[in-house]
Every structure is written in C-alpha cells, then in structure tokens.
C-alpha cells in the first residue's frame, strides 16, 4: 500500500540531495515546504513537494493508494538517537524517593543487579526491551543505538549482543549495536583492572566475526582504564572493524592521543563547561560530538558547551542517554526542549541535532535523518501546530500523531 500524505502545513528537514552533516552556523537552519505533499510507495519517499506540483508526481501510476489529510499538521523525519543503554538489569523505580536533597547529583548503585541479568535469559531481556521499544516508537524515534555493558563477563555480554541483534531483526527501528565493554568491571576484576582489559580484548573477534555490533564504545576514566589501555582498546576495535566511540569528559579529551584515531566524543555532560582549549583541540582532531540534555537534567549537573561547540564550527548531535535506571527518558521530542532551554541552542540547531546531524553519527545519513527522495520513509505527522519551533517549545505535550516507520503507520 503506497502512502500520499495531502495538505502538509509544513514539511521539515527536506532536500533534494541526501546532504552530509552540518556544522556550526549551517546548523541555524533548516528547510522546509508549505502546503506539501508526501508520496511513500515501498517503503521509501519517492516524491514530495508543495501541493501546487501535486499533479504529474508519481503519486500518480499509484495503483493502491492511501491518501492522509494532514492539514493544520506538520511532517519532521524520526528522529534518530545515537546513545541509548535500552538493555538494563534492574527495575524502573530504583528508591527515587532516596534522591540526594543536597547539590550532589543522582546516583544508583547496581551492585546487586548485576547477577539479576545474569539469570534472565535471551528472551526475557529481549521482550523486557521491547516494551521500551515501542514507547521508543510512540515519541517519533526511527533509528536508536543499543549498547551493551552491563553483563561484566564475556557470557552475559554477548548475550546481550545477541538480544540487540535480535532485536535488529523483528522490529521496524533502524537499530545500531555497540559493545561497551569498558563500561565497568566484575568485583573479581577489581584488584587486577588489567585482567579484565585482556577479558575484553579476548571476545572482540568473536563479536567481529559473528556481527554482533557495529560500534565500539570506550568509556575512558583514567580511574578505570588506564591512557595506554584506553588506545590499546581503541586499535584492537578498529582492528576488528568497529566504528569506535568514546565516552569522556574534558580530561580524557586532554590525555588521549584521539588525532588518529577516528572516534567521536560521545558524551559532553559534565560538571560545567568545556574549555575553550578542548573545544579548539576537537576542531582540530574533526571529533564529531554529541550531548545527552536528559542526562545532565536528571542528574542536576550543569549543561555542557553547546553553544560554544556550535560557535566553533563543530557539528553536533543531540542523543537521550536513554537508561531506565539512571536517565529514565527516551523522549527525544524533550531533548530538544532542553537542548534550546538549558544549552542555548536554536530550535533549527536543535531539529537538526536530532535528525540530519544524528543520523550520519550513527553512520546512516545517507538513508535517514531528512525527508529526500531516495530515503527510507521514516517520518511522523503532528498535531495540529502553529509553526515548527512550537514543537520543542511545548516541552511537555505530546504533539506526534502518527508515525510512519519503513513505509508503514505504526
């Protein structure tokens, strides 16, 4: 069944060319069309355009079509989020009521609930991530990335990666897996940190070798893994042909030799702002970054230095953090709230961010992440709303009513 989407008041994120990511002040903008048509027909965007080019599109040799009155409503791509920790071993609730009165941020601790993964099985961790799935779905995601982490041994996470893999195939979300290995370590590891960088570097061919993940995820903490353990792990990923990632915050940006390697910062969320030094040390190392706005919200930690990232000419990319034990929101409608309210971006830099900019940090820009024909139809309809930057400004309304995922409503 091909989809023709009448009467769009507006159509965001648009482009005749599926163009590459934008950086600093290219981020201010975004296009649009008024009074817009949208033709889907299998499973891709074949044709768009104001409603005055309506007659003659291919809409038109549609021999099964199902025609969508959109007035009054807006159509934005998915949104694509590039950091999410969706696969967790404890329950939702995780005493909130003990929060920190003081100035101190939230903490957890999972100590315990380590062992609880351990005994669940494939399944049960995979229909636990579906629940949160479709909630991913219902706030206008089309494309998430799923970290392991928390298995602690090389038999809980690989299943993990075999649950994300699962997950890949029998859902309609572009899915990206990424093996955190260096997330944290076993208790048995905790008098031999070493021990357990060799316990990593033992299962990445197998991760490799049966496709398991696409990204390597390091999280770097001097405290943790060592500078020379830290870059060993980033070569044997690349060896492995893994994208890598980093999780770090200014220091680690500072001591790792990340010139050449290819990585993005991965996280940017810190107790206060970056240095102007490190953000001039990004432009020149070309490190894609990104912000997770949820995390330092839940967290009560400052907001890190969008603006200034920004300002450098750096592209950048907004993602949830998504844990439901420790940053309980996979709402990215919200991040670009916070993104505009607490870090001073643009409503445009904030769409953008989310979409364009989040995709190709994924590695799936050339397919997603705008409406051009030749991508995969991965959009959804709003309500009724007065103009596009309504949309982040009304932080707590849900404003997604419908939401089209490879060609089909969802």
Same mark, same amino acid.
């Given at each position: 069944m091909d989809l023709l989407l009448l009467n769009i008041k507006e159509m965001v994120q648009t482009g005749e060319n599926p163009h590459d990511f934008l950086t600093g002040m290219e981020m201010a903008s975004v296009n649009t069309i008024q009074d817009a048509f949208l033709f889907i027909s299998d499973e891709m965007i074949v044709d768009y355009g104001s409603m005055k080019t309506l007659d003659g599109s291919a809409a038109e040799n549609s021999e099964m079509l199902m025609e969508i009155d959109c007035k009054g409503r807006m159509v934005f791509p998915s949104f694509c %989020? @590039? %950091? /999410?920790?969706l696969l967790y071993p404890f329950g939702d609730s995780q005493n909130f009521s003990t929060r920190h009165t003081s100035r101190e941020p939230y903490s957890i601790d999972f100590s315990n609930e380590f062992v609880r993964l351990h005994e669940m099985s494939i399944e049960e961790i995979y229909v636990q991530a579906l629940d949160h799935l479709k909630e991913v779905v219902r706030k206008g995601t089309g494309a998430i990335e799923i970290k392991s982490g928390y298995g602690l041994e090389a038999e809980d996470e690989l299943k993990l990666l075999q649950v994300i893999r699962k997950l890949k195939r029998s859902t309609p979300l572009v899915i990206k897996s990424t093996f955190l290995g260096s997330h944290t370590y076993h208790e048995r590891f905790r008098r031999s940190p070493a021990k357990y960088l060799d316990h990593i570097l033992d299962i990445l061919p197998a991760i490799s070798q049966d496709e398991l993940a696409d990204n390597l %995820?390091?999280?770097?903490d001097h405290q943790f893994l060592s500078r020379s353990e830290t870059e060993t792990l980033l070569l044997a990923g690349l060896k492995e042909g893994l994208n890598v990632k980093i999780h770090s915050d200014e220091l680690g940006l500072n001591q790792l030799n990340v010139n050449n390697i290819n990585v993005c +910062?991965?996280? +940017? %969320?810190? &107790? !206060?702002p970056l240095s102007l030094g490190s953000i001039n040390r990004m432009v020149l190392a070309e490190i894609f970054p990104a912000i997770m706005p949820g995390a330092s919200f839940f967290h009560n930690l400052n907001a890190s /230095?969008?603006?200034?990232?920004?300002d450098a000419g750096l592209p950048l990319a907004i993602a949830t953090d998504f844990? &439901? !034990? /420790?940053? @309980? /929101?996979?709402d990215m409608k919200f991040m670009q709230s916070l993104a505009c309210i607490k870090y001073g971006m643009k409503p445009e830099e904030a769409i953008n961010a989310s979409t364009i900019n989040s995709a190709f940090l994924m590695g799936i820009g050339h397919g997603y992440g705008s409406i051009t024909k030749g991508k995969a139809a991965n959009v959804f309809v709003t309500k009724k709303i007065p103009s596009y930057d309504y949309f982040p400004y009304a932080f707590s309304s849900d404003l997604i009513e419908m939401v089209i995922l490879d060609g089909e409503i969802h």
């Open positions: %989020d @590039p %950091d /999410s920790h %995820d390091v999280y770097y +910062l991965d996280i +940017l %969320d810190q &107790p !206060g /230095s969008a603006r200034d990232i920004i844990d &439901p !034990g /420790s940053m @309980p /929101s996979c």
